[in-house]
């Protein structure tokens, strides 16, 4: 025996509105939704801009034409001259003591070309001041120094060039970083 249920058709509860098949029922969340993101997007915003200090801008500022800021003054260094030179052969100026002797035979102890220069130091130079560059390995002859320069100690050499011509010149013990130039 099988039961017997009967349909009953279900009524609509009379708060909520009657909808016909062709309307749709609006929703209130996209709107709400919405509105509710953008506030939270404003009170966010709002807060970062006050704590960083960026709550007031004027068209001065815009511009450029208000007070702008100004890099910090550099103090200008003087250098003094090493003391008195002992060897009559080389440039005034320039001691012999140092790491190496005078003329000692040492070598380019780097993987690169080295600068020859015209003259000790290598900032604001023109390229006419590089008189040449040794070869890795390229074997030299000291002929003076060291003199200091933009915070290195440079030699006077006597080499061949990477391009085989004879030259004296002045290379830097050190480069600026701290990798070893010249060895034995």
């Known amino acids: 025996m099988t039961p017997e249920f009967e349909a009953t058709p279900v009524q609509p509860s009379p708060a909520a509105p009657a909808s016909t ?22 009170v966010s915003c709002s807060g970062l801009v006050v704590a960083t200090g960026l709550n007031r801008i004027d068209l001065a500022a815009i511009q450029g034409n208000g007070v702008t800021w100004q890099p910090p003054e550099i103090p200008t260094t003087t250098v003094t001259e090493p003391s008195a030179d002992t060897n009559n052969d080389a440039p005034s100026g320039v001691r012999s003591d140092g790491a190496f002797a005078l003329g000692e035979r040492v070598r380019n102890i780097t993987n690169s070309r080295v600068n020859i220069r015209q003259t000790p130091g290598h900032v604001g130079k023109t390229p006419e001041d590089v008189l040449g560059q040794l070869a890795p390995g390229t074997t030299l002859e000291i002929v003076a120094g060291p003199a200091p320069a933009d915070n290195l100690l440079w030699w006077l050499i006597r080499a061949t060039t990477a391009e085989g011509r004879p030259v004296e010149g002045w290379v830097a013990e050190v480069t600026a970083s701290g990798v070893q130039i010249l060895g034995r």
Do not use: H, M
């Open 21 to 42: 098949p062709n309307q749709p029922v609006r929703s209130r969340f996209w709107p709400g939704f919405v509105a509710g993101f953008l506030l939270l997007s404003v």
